[in-house]
């Protein structure tokens, strides 16, 4: 399976689900070291293999004013820092293709974002690097698209994909998951369920995207159910001050809790 490609990654033989976890992005060394130490403590107890995410750089904002970072550099050598302090993988997402390649040296998966899942440049390019690759599925494709995407990495010598559902567009102002996607995207890949981003509000007038955090454990439990392989969250242990995305976050207090409830669901369906 692709999860065993991916370096440091432990617990791949307990059944579980997968967990790609950490902030948006990177507010600073200190901030993103006492997410890291707690999720990898909670991982470790329950026997969850861990990806730690965090983006270097958000290019996504709704407003010119809106944080986006503290450097490049400066921030994948923190996502650094955290893989060699906690001997724990690492996930970033990266803009261009020029990017690929940077972002390569310092972590061990790829992620395409949504918005650029259809880039063929920026999926050979994250191909090229050899690393796993993680597909974030466009809010405005249908699951049966996420197969050329995928192939479009594979055909370029990367059989290491990975394909994650971030919900999907419903009117303007929210987002839908369709579970129906899941076994259809599995056909392909390995599917992870986001279940933060999927329950943003987008284009809202103040040009802060909003959220409902409450029913971050309801779109689990039912990702969960249906049998996904992995599941994507954003978490910090302040989302009302956090950078970036905080109104979708998870509270970093409710992870374990959240985790143990998930793993009882698991343990019935497989």
Known sequence: MVINQIPQIRHTDSGNFFVFAGPCVI????????IAEHLVTVCERLHIPLVFKGSYRKANRSRIDSFSGIGDEKALKILQKVSQSFEVPTVTDFHSAE????????????QVPAFLCRQTDILIAAAKTGKVVNIKKGQ?????????????????????????DRGTMF????????????????????VVLDITHSLQQPNQASGV?????????????????????????????????????GANMLDLQLFEGLMQRLIRIRQVVI
Do not use: W
């Open 140 to 164: 405005f494709l249908a699951p049966e698209a996420m197969e050329h995407a995928a192939k479009k990495v594979k055909d370029s010598n990367n059989d290491k994909v990975i394909i994650t």
């Open 99 to 110: 990017e690929a390649s940077m972002a390569a040296e310092y972590v061990d998966v790829l």
């Open 209 to 245: 995207t909003g959220g409902k955090p409450a029913l971050i454990e309801t779109i689990a439990r039912a990702g969960v159910a249906v049998g996904v392989d992995g599941l994507f969250l954003e978490t910090h242990f302040d989302p009302c001050n956090a950078k970036s995305d």
């Open 27 to 34: 507010e600073g060394e200190d901030m993103a070291m006492r």
């Open 171 to 190: 009117g303007y102002y929210d987002l839908i998951v369709d579970y129906r996607g899941i076994p259809i995207m599995q056909q392909h890949a390995p």
